[in-house]
């Protein structure tokens, strides 16, 4: 395997990663120079220089995982390579102190007045009346986004005195309490209350141009605002116009719209106070070796067949989330093989239902599991990152139910799958503590262990049907390893079902051989993944 490191990233990335591929440092790379590049890579790391475009990711033919050195994820084309299959990942934590201090460094420097202070005294002049700046102690901080970079500049905030008002829709007025500042539910309430307004947010469609003329005209005359997150969250131009009119005191602003056309930015003309950083948020030597160290071991991981810790497009399998569920992940997977394979016609709903200890959990991970299963016994290139994008894709209906009813077993995961041909249902569970078992196949309640090689032989219950299925295998050269024989619940049914573990392929000739037996009726060659 091979991975290719781009962007100027720490070496101590490679080292980790060489353990299990071969490296490549290579320098920044255009579109076009990068799409004749990837095809040999298994794995490509970034920063924020390099655009990994949908071509790219085409071109890219190998790849297993994108790493971007950093938090934001908005130079790489997420959607494609989610398309693709391809898992990609980024470092949320590494850079938090760095951009937090950052964010914290610029607000005083925009109080204080710093950078026109600096470059006077270095012009030989002494203007100290010109440079009167203003405390932070007692000022109101508006902070937009309060995850881990938001949260710890409003730690450093409140030490310094200050009051913190907080607008985040996606945490709890509890959890912004706790933390010692206020929660505002809605921005129209925000805007007017801030001396100070920071934004710690990804660039989406809901923040774009967040702050605007419109919104700005909402605020304080004086207020200032910091932008160390992602350019394009202030319209530039706007912001140019509020400073050049007086009704914003100052700015600071670390990113920008388009940094690879810096000239163009029409802050580098406003006249007013503005401190312009080159995108510095997360420039320490601390905080490159964090982010590089943190994805070049994901990296590792997934190229050792592991799982990501921070993979921005399969949160479903956050450890957080994953682990209560490791064990069931390969069962639900095999339930949706087994399933699939057993059914005929074209998919058009599944349904995953969870009992026992199961139903008080977030089983997402499990259905993402049992949607491989189910693609991937009919499409190559399944895997989980790609699983429930095909799904949505082929307009297949997936819903989840948890339910109380008493069950036999800790926990028990129900697939079941609707098509224009019928439908069926195929139940997992993990008896004494760590044995996976499939316990039911519609009506039939057993207990097997999924393995690679199966057969579900339905017949009419009546005697030497055993002996006459085994012999037809065993005339093949093909060994059983283990066979469940099963009734329906009621006791006067004439159905049976036999489900066997057989050491090698039940190729479709000797299937047909099963199914002329007199009694045998629609068997089923099964291959999972276990």
């Given amino acids: ?245 007086g009704h914003v005191a100052s700015a600071a602003i670390d990113v920008y719209e388009n940094e690879a056309n810096i000239s163009a930015c029409p802050l580098l003309n406003c006249q007013g106070n503005l401190v312009l950083t080159p995108h510095l948020g997360a420039s320490t030597d601390e905080a490159q070796i964090n982010v590089a160290v943190d994805v070049a071991n994901q990296i590792k991981e997934v190229l050792s067949g592991g799982l990501a810790s921070s993979a921005v497009n399969i949160p479903s399998l956050r450890p957080d989330k994953l682990e209560p569920l490791r064990d069931y992940m390969q069962i639900a997977e095999n339930s949706g093989e087994l399933v699939m394979q057993i059914s005929s016609g074209t998919i058009l709903s599944v349904e995953i239902i969870a009992k026992g200890y199961l139903a008080d959990l977030d089983i997402q991970p499990l259905e993402v599991a049992v949607l491989k299963g189910i693609l991937s016994s009919m499409l190559e290139g399944v895997n989980y990152v790609n699983a429930p994008f095909l799904a949505k894709k082929r307009g297949i209906t997936v819903t989840s139910a948890k339910s109380g009813d008493e069950c036999n077993f800790a926990g028990l995961l129900t697939v079941k799958l609707t098509t224009d041909k019928g439908i069926n249902t195929v139940s997992g569970a993990i008896v004494a503590n760590d044995i996976p078992r499939i316990v039911k196949i519609n009506e039939y309640e057993t207990s097997i262990r999924p393995q690679k090689h199966m057969l579900i032989v339905p017949h009419i219950n009546k005697p030497s049907m055993i002996a006459r299925v085994a012999q037809v295998i065993g005339e093949n050269n093909i060994n059983i390893s283990s066979m469940n024989v099963v009734q329906k619940n009621d006791t006067h049914e004439t159905e049976s079902i036999m489900v066997i573990n057989t050491e090698a392929e039940v190729n479709s000739s000797l299937l047909e051989k099963i199914e002329n037996l007199d009694g045998v009726h629609y068997p089923r060659y099964v291959n999972l993944s276990a």
């Fill in 1 to 245: 395997m091979k991975v290719l490191i781009t962007d100027k990233i720490n070496e101590t990335s490679g080292k980790i990663i060489e353990k299990v591929a071969q490296v490549d440092f290579l320098p920044t790379m255009n579109e076009d120079d990068l799409i004749k590049t990837i095809p040999e890579y298994d794995a490509l790391m970034v920063r924020s220089q390099t655009k990994v475009t949908s071509k790219i990711i085409e071109a890219g033919k190998n790849l297993k995982i994108i790493g971007r050195a950093g938090v934001g994820v908005d130079n790489i084309d997420v959607e494609s390579a989610t398309k693709h299959g391809v898992i990609v990942v980024n470092s949320p934590d590494g850079n938090t102190v760095a951009a937090s201090e950052h964010t914290i460094a610029l607000m005083f420097a925009m109080a204080r007045n710093i950078v026109p202070a600096a470059l006077s005294v270095k012009e030989g002049k002494w203007e100290r009346s010109k440079f009167t700046g203003c405390e932070l102690f007692n000022k109101t901080l508006g902070i937009i986004g309060f995850g881990k970079i938001g949260s710890h500049v409003a730690n450093v905030a409140l030490a310094l005195g200050m009051k913190i008002f907080v607008y985040d829709p996606y945490t709890t007025k509890e959890t912004v309490e706790k933390s010692g500042g206020i929660y505002v539910n809605n921005l129209d309430d925000f805007w007017g209350r801030c001396d100070f307004i920071t934004v710690h947010v990804p660039k989406n469609k809901e923040t774009t141009n967040l702050i605007n003329k419109d919104t700005i005209k909402k605020m304080k005359k004086g207020v200032r605002l910091i932008n160390c997150a992602r350019g394009g969250i202030i319209n530039e131009k706007d912001l140019k116009d509020a400073i050049e009119s």
